[in-house]
């Protein structure tokens, strides 16, 4: 494989210079949501104007976990459900890095759940982008802790009964700065949002909802990718500053989407250079020190 | 390289071995320490709470040991030295992450200040139950290397080669305190710095495209990378190739898990590490460690005042196994004991080493305060009977 950023004219895809070719093919399905939400990512890569050599992707485990083996960049796929904490070390040893989490629901919010509410509530200098399928993909369409009552999952033969948990209103009430939610119907609207996202200083949520027709689409008789395309256009309903608290997931009903959250709040780091510049004083040299190379963060 | 000065305390001082790890970590270039409270190991990450950022550190308190065990990674990956500090409940929410350790071979520091267990257990009392545990916890086959120190200047001395040990042979370096040593205030003499050896990262000399992050080099090690070289490098826990890239099938997975285990077990004999007192022409050798040793050496004068021949051998590093010295001694020797705080982890390895070629005794104890030399001096009489 050459470097294909040599290669660039009208009709090379705009997303191969992201795409690690020698791993090609990918492992996704025929009408999965995930390559579309890559498509977008590369594209709001290049939109953002990025030096590609400081940007970092870390995933879990799961289908959406196979991203970061498929970016060209620096790549992580860590433990199941782990990838945040990973990105935290990641950005605090490394404050010029630009680190994007890329993984599910199954792995951001239930495994993973803890890690999500500390980093939002910090406000840990990451983007978190999250595909929502709504169930376990890799592992064969378990019940995830987004599956809304009553889809059916194979561990929830006669229908998913619990409450599912409503990610943009989970971040929002962590304390996230920037939250989104699109369909990967919403391909442009998607990159926008991936894009402010990963401009956005501070802990910012990119919910995706995407269909997976191996599983979730075929046992619940939904039909395949395209007819997932169709229920995404037709009942998408867009409330741009929408309280979060009003745009849970029904099965098969309204889909609101938007910007719902856009503010600022200090950083982790920038909280904890505050705090010990006030406590200690004018001998407080902010972190990180520029400089000491060899000798660790 | 030597020590930074700026992270070195030179002096005589009056420390626990808590706050002796914390000094040589810093000794050692560790800039980096995620961390969750536990008793008895929390004066660690509350000093490096302090001290870190006056010396261009950081310290974040995660949510759990999970998030602490991955973060440092994270950190390691990112250009630092890191490292985290637990107790035994803690360590056993960490066991996935050393196994990712491991297998990422990032070469970090956990340490792991013993209480008495399992479960809650002991949690301001001693124990030395974790040395199996810490050696085998998670799944999958997978090489460490572990240390035991014995007094607060072995804590300083001792955490500086934990870091050198997992930038050398790039896995992570258990550091296998005991309550004892932790909260034990002794005299600790840190030298200047240019007379402390720190190994530095060995990062990839290879041009942008031709670096392989698992391709072996020097000690059958890979040169490391980090974040934001340019080298856009994938890792995973998955079982992979010399790219990083994942293969699942059965080749790949035994050259790959094969070096894992090779990397230690064929160089063991540059990192074993113990002490011997009077081994030659012993009847009865004692093996010890940690601050059971300190015990132990009680007994043996004990017993040498009873005209029993007895030396002992005392694991600095406990993995890998000092398995070739405890034939030699086995084949000479009437009987080796094994004295710990634990129903008999280290004893399990002695006894394999030692073939049947002499006598082998166990010294047990459950935990919760150090033996009764009086009970390790009736093993050794016994011993020679």
Do not use: F, Y
């Given at each position: 494989m050459s470097e294909q950023t040599t290669q660039e004219g009208p009709h090379v895809n705009p997303v191969l210079p992201y795409l690690r070719e020698d791993r090609m093919p990918h492992i996704w399905c025929p009408g999965c949501g995930i390559g579309t939400t890559v498509n977008c990512f590369a594209r709001a890569l290049t939109e953002s104007g990025l030096d590609l050599d400081n940007v970092a992707i870390v995933s879990g485990i799961g289908c959406t976990g196979r991203v970061a083996g498929y970016a060209k960049l620096d790549s992580f796929h860590t433990t199941h459900g782990r990838a945040i904490p990973f990105a935290t070390g990641l950005k605090l040893s490394n404050p010029d890095l630009k680190v994007i989490v890329y993984s599910g629901d199954g792995d951001l919010m239930a495994i993973g759940g803890n890690h999500f509410i500390h980093a939002a509530r910090r406000n840990m200098d990451i983007t978190v982008i999250c595909v929502n399928n709504l169930l376990y993909g890799m592992t064969g369409g378990q019940a995830s802790s987004t599956t809304p009552e009553p889809a059916k999952a194979t561990t929830a033969p006669y229908g998913a009964f619990e409450n599912p948990f409503s990610l943009p209103f989970l971040a929002d009430s962590c304390g996230a700065v920037y939250v989104a939610r699109w369909t990967t119907y919403h391909v442009r609207q998607t990159t926008k949002a991936m894009k402010e996202a990963i401009a956005k200083k501070g802990f910012s949520f990119v919910e995706i909802i995407s269909p997976?027709?191996?599983?979730y689409q075929r046992r619940n008789k939904l039909g395949d990718g395209l007819q997932a395309m169709q229920y995404y256009r037709d009942r998408s309903v867009v409330k741009t500053g929408?309280?979060?608290?009003?745009?849970g997931i029904t099965f098969q009903g309204d889909i609101i989407c938007g910007k719902f959250v856009d503010r600022e709040r200090p950083t982790w780091l920038d909280a904890y250079n505050g705090r010990n510049t006030t406590a200690i004083g004018a001998t407080y040299r902010p972190y990180p020190w520029r400089g000491n190379e060899g000798q660790g963060a | 390289m030597k020590a930074d000065p700026a992270g070195v305390q030179t002096g005589r001082h009056y420390l626990d071995g808590n706050h002796a790890c914390c000094e040589g970590a810093l000794a050692a270039g560790c800039r980096f320490a995620a961390g969750y409270p536990i008793t008895p190991s929390t004066e660690i990450v509350e000093r490096i709470a302090g001290r870190f950022p006056h010396l261009g550190g950081l310290f974040i308190q995660m949510e759990d040991e999970i998030a602490s065990s991955i973060t440092l990674q994270g950190a390691v990956w990112g250009g630092a030295k890191a490292m985290t500090v637990t107790s035994g409940p803690g360590l056993s929410l960490m066991m996935e992450h050393i196994g990712l350790a491991a297998v990422l071979e990032t070469p970090c520091v956990f340490v792991d200040v013993q209480r008495g267990g399992p479960s809650t257990g002991l949690p301001t009392l001693p124990g030395q139950a974790d040395m199996m545990q810490v050696r085998w916890g998670s799944h999958g086959d997978y090489q460490i290397i572990a240390l035991a120190p014995s007094s607060p200047q072995e804590c300083f001395d001792f955490t500086i080669d934990a870091f050198n040990l997992a930038e050398t042979y790039r896995l992570p370096v258990m550091f296998m305190m005991d309550e004892c040593v932790g909260h034990m205030t002794e005299r600790v003499d840190i030298p200047p710095a240019d007379q402390i050896e720190v190994v530095p990262r060995r990062y990839t000399q290879k041009p942008r495209g031709e670096y392989r992050p698992y391709e072996p080099g020097e000690h059958m090690v890979p040169d490391m990378v980090k974040a934001g070289?340019?080298?856009r490098f994938h890792i995973t826990g998955l079982t992979h190739d010399e790219r990083g890239y994942p293969v699942i099938n059965a080749v790949a997975q035994d050259k790959m898990v094969r070096r894992l285990i090779d990397k230690v077990r064929l160089q063991a004999d540059q990192i074993v590490r113990y002490e011997e007192d009077r081994v030659e022409g012993a009847d009865v050798v004692l093996m010890s460690y940690g601050i059971t040793y300190r015990v132990a050496l009680r007994a043996m004068e004990m017993a040498r005042a009873r005209g029993v021949k007895v030396g002992s051998l005392r694991l600095i590093v406990c993995w890998p196994f000092p398995e070739k010295r405890v034939q030699e001694i086995a084949a000479k020797a009437k009987a080796m004991v094994m004295v710990e705080m634990n129903m008999g982890q280290m004893y399990l390895e002695m006894d394999r080493a030692a073939k049947n070629r002499c006598k082998t005794v166990l010294v047990p104890h459950a935990g919760g305060t150090v033996h009764d030399p009086e009970v390790i001096l009736a093993a050794i009489m016994e011993a020679v009977r």
């Open positions: 997976c027709p191996t599983l929408a309280d979060t608290r009003d745009v | 070289m340019g080298h």
